[in-house]
């Protein structure tokens, strides 16, 4: 298994708080990506990097925002967390585009009372 | 833009029985399909994928699926079903040039019975 780890793997939190959720992989990959999971809506791009210090929107970026510092580390927040936000989060990394795959984290479940 | 469409969100089988989950795509540029399959409360799993060589892919755990780019589809078979198949199964696109962005349809659960 590509070596992709998600922090934290569950929590809980309030309206109006911010949340930050980490993904930190082992692959040295170029590509990191956030989707989030839905019933009915499969996943669905939040935003994506193709390198250090280079992001860019995905198809469901309001609300969001993320950070690459590092290689290894793509870090999604949450600055004023909504209920509309509470999802199924996952971190995915790809070597490069196109016909590569992307590899999958486990998953954060996120519940915004 | 590319899309995806599965159709039929849930899919029953009788354990030894064929499975048929279908996936049709559209994109304007020859496309990149890509099956994945999601166990409970885990993340998605690379079934196999088509990049443009041969058309009909064969995955893990018995699993295969051809490209028809007549049909625009890329429908996902195993010739016999077994429990541990039970899972969501997700058909996803790509295309050259768009950052690798994955474009997924909303999956099917397949209920193995039997």
């Known amino acids: 298994d590509a070596g992709i780890t998600q922090s934290p793997r569950h929590k809980v939190t309030e309206t109006g708080t911010p949340v930050t959720l980490r993904c930190h992989q082992t692959e040295n990959h170029r590509y990191m990506y956030w989707y989030r999971q839905d019933p009915g809506h499969g996943l669905r791009l939040i935003h994506y990097?193709?390198?250090?210090?280079?992001?860019d929107k995905g198809e469901v970026s309001d609300g969001y925002s993320v950070s690459r510092s590092k290689t290894e580390d793509f870090l999604l927040t949450l600055e004023s967390a909504t209920s509309s936000q509470t999802s199924v989060y996952f971190c995915a990394i790809s070597e490069s585009v196109g016909r590569q795959p992307q590899h999958f984290g486990d998953g954060t479940r996120l519940s915004i009372l | 833009a590319q899309s995806v469409t599965q159709l039929g969100s849930h899919v029953s089988v009788s354990e030894g029985a064929l499975v048929l989950l279908r996936c049709n795509y559209s994109s304007s540029v020859p496309p990149y399909l890509f099956w994945y399959v999601q166990y409970p409360n885990q993340g998605l799993q690379l079934l196999l994928k088509y990049t443009s060589a041969a058309t009909l892919v064969k995955g893990i755990n018995g699993f295969e699926a051809e490209f028809k780019k007549s049909e625009t589809s890329f429908h996902l078979t195993k010739p016999s079903a077994h429990m541990s198949d039970a899972a969501e199964y997700f058909c996803a696109v790509s295309v050259t040039g768009g950052g690798n962005k994955l474009t997924f349809g909303t999956g099917t659960q397949l209920k193995v019975e039997l």
């Open positions: 990097s193709y390198g250090v210090k280079d992001t």
